[in-house]
T-cell receptor, first 114, second 112 residues
């Protein structure tokens, strides 16, 4: 069955520290891969996406993610976290063919401490 | 600037009431979605529509219906609201496979 797992329900990091949010997926073939961010009380906004090519993908707000086919993972990273990064982060996968249904993970809430 | 508008941000309804959640997009996208978001469960797809008057069930359609009479508008209907439908509802649109999904700001529904 297709699924997306974000093992960490919440993570707390200090401002200025590095960040890695984990995402693993189960899918029949290599899907499209996405990370979305949701600020409190808002809808979701796309951070970055992977379609093909370079497995290290750059996104907005200084985020990047690396696709590792052998590990079925697409972890999100940021070298130095800012207080404004506090939000909920969702990993998602989408089919390459035969439809546009996107499956979302349960989300990881990021807390940033001063 | 792209826009997905959910007209009702916060609603409180009584059990058994009929509830309409409206969503309008200005991007001329064919595909529109309704998701439900609950803590620890992420986003779950209720219904989606890939064209006017077309609809398909998502993962949790029970207790919901939808209407798409015009391309830009996609409505979610709770025929008889129940307390377990208290949740955040998100409308979204996408042009096609693999493209960015654009979300509305969400509608917080409380059923008492």
């Amino acid at each position: 069955a297709q699924s997306v797992t974000q093992p960490d329900i919440h993570i707390t990091v200090s401002e200025g520290a590095s960040l890695e949010l984990r995402c693993n997926y189960s899918y029949g073939a290599t899907p499209y891969l996405f990370w979305y961010v949701q600020s409190p009380g808002q809808g979701l906004q796309l951070l970055l996406k992977y379609f093909s090519g370079d497995t290290l993908v750059q996104g907005i707000k200084g985020f990047e993610a690396e696709f590792k086919r052998s590990q079925s993972s697409f972890n999100l990273r940021k070298p130095s976290v800012h207080w404004s990064d506090a939000a909920e982060y969702f990993c998602a996968v989408g089919a390459r063919t035969g439809g546009f249904k996107t499956i979302f993970g349960a989300g990881t809430r990021l807390f940033v401490k001063a | 600037d792209v826009k997905v508008t959910q007209s009702s941000r916060y609603l409180v309804k009584r059990t058994g009431e009929k509830v309409f959640l409206e969503c309008v997009q200005d991007m001329d996208h064919e595909n529109m979605f309704w998701y439900r978001q609950d803590p620890g469960l992420g986003l779950r797809l209720i219904y989606f529509s890939y064209d006017v008057k077309m609809k398909e069930k998502g993962d949790i359609p029970e207790g919901y219906s939808v209407s798409r009479e015009k391309k830009e508008r996609f409505s979610l209907i709770l025929e008889s609201a129940s307390t377990n439908q208290t949740s955040m509802y998100l409308c979204a649109t996408v042009r096609g496979t693999g493209n960015t999904i654009y979300f509305g700001e969400g509608s917080w529904l409380t059923v008492v």
